[in-house]
């Protein structure tokens, strides 16, 4: 692309720079300005980009690139988005109320919390920020134990390293879902610039007592008397590693074992390409440590903490990780196997395997499927006691903390796995199990990653023009979501496939399904249910080409 430098784009990038608070991010404004005024080769285009937001505000706040200019994640930009979720509270009657700010440890954090606390304080909130870089799921108990009115987390989660975000939580602890999203969208719309914002020093800082309270909940997860498993466990240079020990301590877990070179927050993380636990690669250290000492279980936190990978030994003595639908399924099993509750629900996603629901059939128990998020899956009704989606999230304590959070899979998986050794057992004997009970469940992904979006859309727009009528070489029918969501479904004999656009990232995401029963041999029924999902994957990939 090449975009040449207007009258109307200068003008525009001036008016930022005049409106920007911080002078760093004026500075690196100031100089991409004079580039493309200088005529230098891209300069222009950059410009524009930077120049192209502002960044969407949805239901899952903000995302995007550290840099200066409105389509960025800045001082600027988190000063006008906080002085519209201060308007938008006070519209709802929440003014003056308890608000808490949290952060990661990635670039920006600390001053994007420091604007978004002034930012509430000069607006008469009772402001309240976490001591230092938490999880997010620390954030979120914040929320409910505290009795605040909203919760902001800076993260951007297992983003890359060049991102940061804004995630807002409502009063009812769990992330704001429409028509908040929209509502904030246009109060920040008609917030002032940033620099005409006032702001004020003066927000509390919690001490050590919440984060305490968080842990002393944690701590009555495990589900038995069981305590002696060794656990391998990272936290991919995120702020996972010292809660997640502290856990560990608390719940009677000592056996746990650090990946000594992702432990310590590092907003580059060093070492590894993507820092995401299901990413190719990103679990290697972690793997390979749980080889050498000899460990029951691996544990994989994401850079934020809110989601939970779990790796097993193979009875070939070889590691690997667990999919997230596998994970899932597992501790569903173990919370319906372990809970106290008389009409218990479990919840998973449209596009998480649907063995869950064949294993609340099991126990007698309730079942639901939302659209994906955890905003959802919070709210999938009365009496939850378990939710996942397959994407690593988690959630094995919805009294106290409404969103996924990876420190309490933790302790919960270390609880389970300490049981199953006990007995001469181990995950993989579960999950054999509850394929031969429920039928294989197989699953996969394929995802597009596009450049330009309307890419998404020709490709969603043909699909309901012309539905397949057999994929993988299964007849299917179709159903369509719209309005409620841009979902399409397609479902068949042991077959569903689940098409949307992603709602964080430039990518069109087909989530596949292969059920197999199981009638004689495990691993006939699974060789014959990996044939269907290959046939499946390559029919699906053809049609998103």
Known sequence: MTTSLTSELRDRAFRWIADDPDDDSRVELQNILARAMGGEA?????????????????????????????????????????AGVAAWLSSRGHAGGVVVVGRD?????EAFAEAAAEVLTAAGFAVKTLPGPLPTPVLAFAVLELGAVAGIQITASHNPPADNG????????GQIVPPSDGQIERAIETAPPAISVPREPGAEVLGDELLDAYLAKVALLPRGPEREVKVAATALHGVGADTLRAAFERAGFGDLHLVAEQATPDPDFPTV?????????ATDLLLALASEVDADLAIALDPDADRCALGVRERDGSWRMLRGDETGVLLGWH???????????VATTIVSSSMLGEVAKEFGARYAETLTGFKWLVRAGEGLV????????????????????????????????????????????????????????????????????????????????T???????????????????????????GLRVVIRPSGTEPKLKAYLQVKEPVSGDLAEA?????????ALRADIESRLA
């Open 42 to 82: 891209g300069a222009a285009d950059e410009l524009a980009d930077r120049m192209a937001g502002p960044l969407e505000f949805g239901t899952a706040g903000l995302r995007g690139p550290v840099r200066a200019g409105p389509n960025g994640m800045n001082v600027a930009v988190v000063t006008r988005t906080t």
């Open 105 to 109: 440890a990635r670039h920006g954090s």
């Open 166 to 173: 804004y995630k807002l939580y409502d009063a009812s602890g």
């Open 273 to 281: 390409a993507f820092p995401n636990p299901e990413e190719p690669g």
């Open 335 to 345: 919370v319906l196997s372990t809970v106290d509750s008389a009409d218990p629900l």
């Open 386 to 465: 378990f939710a996942y989606e397959e994407a690593l999230g988690l959630c094995v304590n919805p009294g106290f903390v409404r969103d996924k959070d990876g420190i309490s899979a933790a302790v919960l998986a270390a609880s389970l796995t300490a049981s199953l050794r006990a007995a001469g057992r181990g995950p993989l004997d579960v999950l054999d199990e509850l394929s031969v009970k429920h039928g294989v469940h197989v699953t996969d992904q394929v995802s597009l990653r596009v450049t330009d979006l309307s890419v998404r859309e020709r490709l969603m727009a043909g699909l309901r023009a």
């Open 467 to 493: 539905p397949p009528a057999s994929l993988g070489g299964t007849g299917v029918t179709m159903g369509d979501l719209l309005p409620d969501a841009d979902v399409l479904r397609l479902t068949g004999e």
């Open 526 to 534: 699974r060789t014959a249910a990996d044939a269907r999902l290959a």
